[in-house]
């Protein structure tokens, strides 16, 4: 069974800070690790997916996450907070090639201050 | 294009109505899915398909209904509607096995 667990629904940084969003998982098979981001009154837009090719990865907006399989993590920084970063930020899992399942994460909403 | 279009984009139901949302994709992706979203609940797979004529269910499948017909469409059917279903419901879609999903705007929906 897969499970995705976000810790703290609410983080709030200052602008210039780094921001760090904490993602684990578990999955019985080898994951497909996704991180989402939601503005207001909108749909879901992808920021980065692991699909075990490097374990570090680049999306968009500065964000990256890296793949930990010993800690089960897929955390998400970004060096240096923008007020436009201020947003719902989700996790979802996926079990590997030939499953279709996806399991969100309760999301993190994160508040950037001035 | 236009993505991922989903209609209505606000329905009140009363308990026991009926209804379908709406679904479209022009981007010939053959994943589609739908998700309930809810406070502090993140999102929930419904309903998910893989093809015309292909559809499974998802981790809260009791209440909705399903059919792919063909690649573009995918509607989800309340058929007695519950204040439970009180939500707002995204629909995406992705290419493959959709490793990447595209979601539509949502659809708020209020069962009174």
């Known amino acids: 069974a897969q499970s995705v667990t976000q810790l703290g629904s609410h983080v709030s940084v200052s602008e210039g800070a780094l921001v760090l969003l904490r993602c684990n998982y578990s999955?019985?098979?080898?994951?497909?690790l996704f991180w989402y981001v939601q503005y207001p009154n909108q749909g879901l837009q992808l920021l980065l997916k692991y699909t075990s090719a490097a374990t570090l990865v680049k999306g968009i907006n500065g964000f990256e996450a890296e793949f930990k399989k010993s800690e089960t993590s897929f955390h998400l920084t970004k060096p240096s907070a923008h007020m436009s970063d201020a947003a719902e930020y989700f996790c979802?899992?996926?079990?590997?090639?030939?499953?279709?399942?996806?399991?969100f994460g309760t999301g993190t909403r994160l508040k950037v201050l001035a | 294009n236009a993505g991922v279009t989903q209609t209505p984009k606000f329905q009140v139901l009363k308990t026991g109505q009926s209804m379908t949302l709406q679904c479209a994709q022009d981007?010939?992706?053959?994943?589609m899915s739908w998700y309930r979203q809810d406070p502090g609940m993140g999102l929930r797979l419904i309903h998910y398909s893989v093809g015309a004529g292909i559809t499974d269910q998802g981790e809260v499948p009791n209440g909705y209904n399903v059919s792919r017909s063909t690649t573009e469409d995918f509607p989800l059917r309340l058929l007695s509607a519950a204040p439970s279903q009180t939500s707002v419901y995204f629909c995406?879609?992705?290419?493959?096995?959709?490793?990447?999903?595209?979601f539509g705007p949502g659809t708020r929906l209020l069962v009174l």
């Open positions: 979802a899992v996926r079990g590997g090639s030939g499953t279709y399942k996806y399991i």
């Open positions: 995406a879609s992705g290419a493959g096995g959709g490793e990447t999903q595209y």
């Open positions: 999955s019985s098979v080898p994951p497909y």
């Open positions: 981007m010939n992706h053959e994943y």
